[in-house]
Structures are given as structure tokens and as C-alpha cells.
């Protein structure tokens, strides 16, 4: 299972400290607004947002969308 940890390390490597907080903060908050909730297999929910910023992380895409990938599915859950 990615962690937020390992996508921070890797982010580092081309984005600055501060915009490497910012996404761990994007993180934290889809993992409480997802507090509780399971995929069909069973994963905490918040393992799906982290997939996605993982892949685009592979593309080194900017902080702002990584945050963006982190909190796509927050509103679905706030409504």
C-alpha cells in the first residue's frame, strides 16, 4: 500500500519543502474528511486519492494538482 511518506520522499527529489507540506496537509485533511470509509476491497478509502497523486507524480505534475488529486473525492463526502 503507498503511504504518504513514500510520496513525499519522491516528491522532494523535484518540488520544494513547502510545497511538499502542502501536499502532506492535502493528504491529512482526505484522510480525516474520509474517516471510516472503506473501498469494496476493504482499504481505508484514502488509499484511492494517494493512488492517484502517485501517478501523477510519476508525471511530475506540480504541487497543485497533487493537492487537487488528494482532495478530488472530499466533496462527495461533505454533501
Given at each position: 500500500?503507498?503511504?504518504i511518506?513514500?510520496?513525499?520522499?519522491?516528491?522532494?527529489?523535484?518540488?520544494g519543502?513547502?510545497?511538499?507540506?502542502?501536499?502532506?496537509?492535502?493528504?491529512?485533511?482526505?484522510?480525516?474528511?474520509?474517516?471510516?470509509?472503506r473501498?469494496?476491497?476493504?482499504?481505508?478509502?484514502?488509499?484511492?486519492?494517494?493512488?492517484?497523486?502517485n501517478?501523477?507524480?510519476?508525471?511530475?505534475?506540480?504541487?497543485?494538482?497533487?493537492?487537487?488529486?488528494?482532495?478530488?473525492?472530499?466533496?462527495?463526502?461533505?454533501?
Amino acid at each position: 500500500m503507498p503511504s504518504i511518506d513514500a510520496l513525499a520522499d519522491r516528491l522532494s527529489a523535484y518540488l520544494g519543502k513547502d510545497q511538499v507540506n502542502l501536499v502532506r496537509r492535502a493528504y491529512f485533511y482526505a484522510e480525516q474528511a474520509h474517516d471510516g470509509q472503506r473501498r469494496r476491497s476493504g482499504e481505508a478509502y484514502v488509499t484511492h486519492p494517494l493512488a492517484v497523486a502517485n501517478i501523477l507524480a510519476d508525471m511530475h505534475m506540480d504541487h497543485q494538482s497533487l493537492m487537487a488529486a488528494m482532495l478530488h473525492d472530499v466533496i462527495l463526502v461533505s454533501v
